[in-house]
């Protein structure tokens, strides 16, 4: 269920829209700590999406999201492997209640680029995502990041040619995992090109 709205003022130079959603998830797949997947599980999801767009002056736009989430198990169990003097034996365990895996509670990202008529474009924003557990055990969280990104373009004509720089200040974080006890790095500072050619 989601009930939204969107409103457009100024001579539509600034458009703005909201979303509240209620989700319900039957038996969706989920792998356990025995590295197998099974749809055996329910989540709720309840939040609020955010988006404001702005053209405050000519070749001059801004926009900003907002989403914030809360995501539960609402049913979900699964076996677990218990080290014991004799082997290895698994035991189930309820992970009903605990936020789901990879679901922030907070997004946020903010944009603004200014053109000229020569045909250069300059943009700046950042992006933050709070924190967010890695495996439905909530054992590990990934830590909150904010990070920082600007781009340059030049067109001419039907050519384009755009630099994004990603991750300005080389924030160090983590993005995902593979089950309750790896990480995967996020990329460091880098530089994209890109180049276009409109037909």
């Not at 600034?14 to 329910?42: C, E, F, M």
């Not at 699964?78 to 004799?86: A, H, K, S």
């Not at 039907?158 to 006890?181: H, V, W």
Request: proline share 3%; with cysteine; charged share 20%.
């Amino acid at each position: 269920m989601e009930v939204g709205a969107k409103k457009y003022l100024l001579d539509n130079r600034l458009h703005a829209s909201l979303a509240v959603y209620h989700l319900r998830k039957n038996n969706i797949g989920i792998p356990d700590a025995t590295g197998v997947t099974q749809q055996d599980g329910d989540q709720r999801s309840r939040g609020v999406e955010l988006e404001v767009m702005m053209r405050p002056v000519k070749n001059w736009h801004t926009f900003f999201t907002y989403a914030f989430s809360n995501a539960e198990l609402t049913r979900f169990a699964e076996f677990v492997p218990v080290f014991t003097q004799t082997g290895i034996t698994y035991q189930l365990a309820d992970r009903s209640g605990n936020r789901a895996a990879f679901s922030p509670r907070h997004i946020f990202n903010v944009w603004t680029a200014r053109g000229f008529d020569n045909g250069l474009e300059f943009g700046v924003g950042a992006r933050y995502v709070a924190s967010q557990f890695i495996a439905e055990d909530n054992q590990f969280q990934i830590r909150d990041v904010l990070t920082l990104d600007a781009s340059v373009s030049y067109a001419y004509r039907l050519i384009k040619f755009r630099i994004n720089a990603k991750n300005l200040t080389n924030q160090e974080y983590e993005t995902r995992g593979f089950g309750s006890a790896s990480i995967i790095p996020a990329n460091p500072f880098g530089l994209y090109c890109a180049f276009e050619i409109n037909i």
